[in-house]
């Protein structure tokens, strides 16, 4: 299995107070992205890294932002949770450029109340 | 715009039984095609993969997946299932410009 942590694994927080979930990756892999998984909509790309300080923004982009300052660390943070943003999250990394072959870590429960 | 449908939501079989697990994409050249599982609780797993060449590509765990131009399939199928695949499968494509689009998964259920 490739080398993806993702903390922390569950959390509850409240509507309107900032979150931020890590990725970290082993594999020196270049490309990172951060999807979120709901219910009858699969997995949606949120914002997704080719470099450290290169972002760029997915189809669900709205509410979140991303940093990259280490090639094994891609944050996401949710700026002021809603409850719409109640999903699991997950971090993928690639090694190629079109995102393809991309291997994911396990995922964050994020409840917002 | 590019789409990936996964026409069954939830499907059912008995241990032992075939399975084949359908997917269509919409795009106007060959994408590259993907087949992810994902077993409750954990992040996704790679199948298998179609790039170019033979269109029946074979994966781990005994899958095999064909793709059809003429249909814009890429059907996933095993001949004889067990317990331990139930499990959501995801169908993904990338078109060759782009990112990878997810289908909405297809929930398999596996009875004794």
């Known amino acids: 299995d490739a080398g993806i942590t993702q903390s922390p694994r569950h959390k509850v927080t409240e509507t309107g107070t900032p979150v931020t979930l890590r990725c970290h990756q082993t594999?020196?892999?270049?490309?990172m992205y951060w999807y979120r998984q709901d219910p009858g909509h699969g997995l949606r790309l949120i914002h997704y890294?080719?470099?450290?300080?290169?972002?760029d923004k997915g189809e669900v982009s709205d509410g979140y932002s991303v940093s990259r300052s280490k090639t094994e660390d891609f944050l996401l943070t949710l700026e002021s949770a809603t409850s719409s943003q109640t999903s699991v999250y997950f971090c993928?990394?690639?090694?190629?450029?079109?995102?393809?072959?991309?291997?994911f870590g396990p995922g964050t429960r994020l409840t917002v109340t | 715009a590019q789409s990936v449908t996964q026409p069954d939501i939830h499907i059912t079989v008995s241990e032992g039984a075939s399975l084949e697990l359908r997917c269509n994409y919409s795009y106007g050249a060959t994408p590259y095609l993907f087949w992810y599982v994902q077993s409750p609780g954990q992040g996704l797993q790679l199948l298998l993969k179609y790039f170019s060449g033979d269109t029946l590509v074979q994966g781990i765990k005994g899958f095999e997946a064909e793709f059809k131009r003429s249909q814009s399939s890429f059907n996933l199928r095993k001949p004889s299932v067990h317990w331990s695949d139930a499990a959501e499968y995801f169908c993904a494509v990338a078109p060759r410009t782009d990112k990878l689009i997810f289908g909405t998964g297809t929930r398999l259920q596996v009875f004794p």
């Open positions: 993928a990394i690639s090694e190629s450029k079109l995102g393809y072959e991309q291997y």
């Open positions: 890294s080719y470099g450290v300080k290169d972002t």
């Open positions: 594999e020196n892999h270049r490309y």
